[in-house]
């Protein structure tokens, strides 16, 4: 167990520096801990993929309830108090390596049950998301802790204010649901904003774009500004006539007037697979 007292401690104790390009902002809220590493449903059986350890206290928890922690740290200074923390445990992996970075086929080589959990640095959290989404082909679940404005976007439902190109691009990969809030308190050193624990369940769509690739491009195009409408972002970005635009949307039966926050995932599907046939045939 570590309190904000202890893990100053810890800090002072080994003259280490936390440092702001990594992020590093260490749990001091036990309880909050216990309930992440319980909300994750973790079991013997697992695998966790842990992102940014920092001091090892939620590591601690996870080590107790699956198989293995295989833990990606990027700071080399704070891997000796990590490794004097937890150096009762023989089922911890330490990669100091950035995840970002790494061999990915380390993790897709995995064969047990995978999950991947992290408080993930706010600075990185749409590229980490965007790792476990698509490249990260054996982990089926993650639980992440980020910063509540982000996690209010990727959990948004349709036609709300934070539904985004964000939301879109998450949920179109996974089931997206908010599990805890965590205040800015329960943090040493305290950041700016509070905190969210997402959780992320990869989901297999029947329903699927012609091309990805250009699907997403759709999705981005229609947020590029928020205040145009749907057929300006789209007329601009892709360089196809506002007419074009207005047929589609017409045909689809979606008002020519709407803007990107009404439309669903299977609404932007199916625009996207219209105006690829347009541009790319």
């Known amino acids: 167990m570590q309190n904000k007292t202890q893990i100053q401690n810890q800090i002072n104790k080994n003259n280490f520096r936390v440092k702001k390009q990594y992020g590093q902002n260490f749990l001091s809220d036990h309880s909050i801990v216990v309930k992440i590493a319980e909300l994750s449903n973790i079991n013997k059986e697992m695998v966790v993929v842990e992102i940014g350890p920092g001091l090892g206290a939620l590591t601690k928890e996870l080590l107790?309830?699956?198989?293995?922690?295989?833990?990606?740290?990027?700071?080399?200074?704070?891997?000796?108090?990590?490794?004097?923390?937890?150096?009762?445990?023989?089922?911890?992996?330490?990669?100091?390596?950035?995840?970002?970075?790494?061999?990915?086929?380390k993790i897709t080589e995995?064969?047990?049950?995978?999950?991947?959990?992290?408080n993930l640095?706010?600075?990185?959290?749409s590229?980490?998301?965007?790792?476990?989404?698509?490249?990260?082909?054996?982990?089926?679940?993650?639980?992440?802790m980020v910063q509540k404005e982000v996690a209010d976007r990727i959990c948004a439902p349709v036609g709300t204010k934070d539904y985004n190109s964000f939301s879109i691009l998450v949920q179109y990969y996974a089931s997206c649901k908010k599990i805890l809030?965590?205040?800015?308190?329960?943090?040493?050193p305290a950041p700016n904003v509070d905190s969210a624990v997402i959780e992320l369940e990869?989901?297999?769509?029947?329903?699927?774009?012609?091309?990805?690739?250009?699907?997403i491009k759709v999705v981005e195009s229609s947020f590029k500004e928020r205040r145009k409408?749907?057929?300006?972002?789209?007329?601009?970005?892709?360089?196809?006539?506002?007419?074009?635009?207005?047929n589609i949307l017409t045909n689809l039966e979606i008002k020519e007037d709407v803007r990107g926050?009404?439309?669903?995932?299977?609404?932007f599907i199916n625009l996207s697979n219209e105006l690829n046939s347009i541009i790319n045939g």
């Open 127 to 144: 590229p980490i998301i965007d790792l476990f989404l698509k490249k990260m082909k054996n982990v089926r679940k993650g639980v992440y």
């Open 202 to 215: 990869k989901i297999e769509r029947s329903f699927k774009p012609d091309n990805e690739d250009f699907f």
């Open 181 to 188: 809030n965590v205040p800015r308190t329960c943090f040493v």
């Open 64 to 105: 107790d309830r699956s198989k293995k922690v295989i833990a990606y740290e990027i700071d080399c200074e704070v891997i000796p108090i990590l490794k004097d923390n937890l150096k009762q445990y023989d089922n911890l992996e330490i990669v100091n390596e950035d995840i970002l970075k790494t061999d990915i086929n």
């Open 121 to 125: 640095p706010y600075y990185i959290t």
């Open 229 to 246: 409408m749907l057929v300006n972002n789209l007329s601009s970005s892709l360089n196809i006539s506002k007419e074009k635009i207005r």
């Open 110 to 118: 995995i064969k047990e049950d995978c999950i991947s959990v992290a």
């Open 261 to 267: 926050e009404v439309l669903s995932i299977d609404d």
